[in-house]
């Protein structure tokens, strides 16, 4: 059991969470095919909860086969869910839920918030792309933003929910780049912000020292460019 939330980034727009009672939630876990994916974090031994943002293989990844493997909860979009459990995911494992929607259990809660991209899983509709707030015990609120550019709720979103660290996408091309990740960083206001979603293919070979320049003009928010596999906190 651990005392304080845990957070490794995992590659792309992967993540692994351990919350302060122990549980182990992964974030789009798009790993085994993943070329940025550390060795050692391809495989998923054990797991609790995985949410993801939207339907696109990048993000949905090995989602089915830890959930095979370990019998964990598979959290997002509606749509998404359904399609999910046509692929075999059964119905006891599936956590449907929508954009202005939470749910809730013994350490942390999950909100599903707007983002703005398509969602699609093998060439189906799979509702709307989101992001995903995560708020903890122990009072460290994450927000995920998916897929997205910017919009701006965003500034709303911040003022709601408070949030302490914002993921954010800046690899271009199919998201925001690192100038318009920096400002949507700045309307949501958070302590501190990491780049996702950029180098893993030369279509999005952003620079995350553009993104962190860009940001740190607010004095108030922190970048942190994380080695991929390493303790974050």
């Known amino acids: 059991m ?15 969470i351990i919350s302060p009672d122990g549980h182990i939630i992964y974030i789009d876990p798009f790993l085994s095919q993943n070329p940025s994916t550390p060795d050692p974090w391809k495989k998923v031994d054990e797991a609790d909860f995985i949410f993801l943002t939207h339907g696109h293989d990048d993000h949905v990844g090995d989602t089915l086969d830890i959930a095979t493997k370990t019998g964990c909860k598979v959290g997002g979009m509606v749509e998404l869910m359904g399609l999910l459990q046509l692929e075999g995911l059964p119905a006891s494992q599936s956590i449907d839920f929508n954009k202005g929607g939470s749910v809730h259990f013994d350490d942390f809660s999950v909100t599903m918030v707007h983002a703005n991209h398509s969602s699609s899983y093998k060439g189906a509709y799979a509702g709307e792309a989101t992001g995903l707030i995560f ?9 995920h933003m998916g897929d997205t550019n910017i919009f701006g709720d965003l500034e709303l979103y911040g003022e709601l929910y408070e949030p302490d660290i ?8 199919y998201t925001m780049g690192p100038e318009e990740a920096a400002y949507a960083v700045q309307l949501i206001d958070p302590k501190l ?8 293919w030369e279509a999005i070979a952003s620079d995350p020292i553009e993104f962190k320049y860009f940001v740190e003009e607010d004095e108030e928010i922190q970048v942190i460019i994380p080695a991929i596999g390493a303790d974050i906190f």
């Open 193 to 200: 912000a990491i780049p996702i979603h950029y180098g893993t």
């Open 135 to 143: 708020s903890f015990e122990d009072d460290i609120c994450i927000y």
């Open 2 to 16: 651990t005392t304080k939330t845990q957070m490794q980034w995992l590659g792309h727009s992967a993540f692994r």
């Open 166 to 173: 914002v993921l954010a996408p800046i690899g271009d091309h």
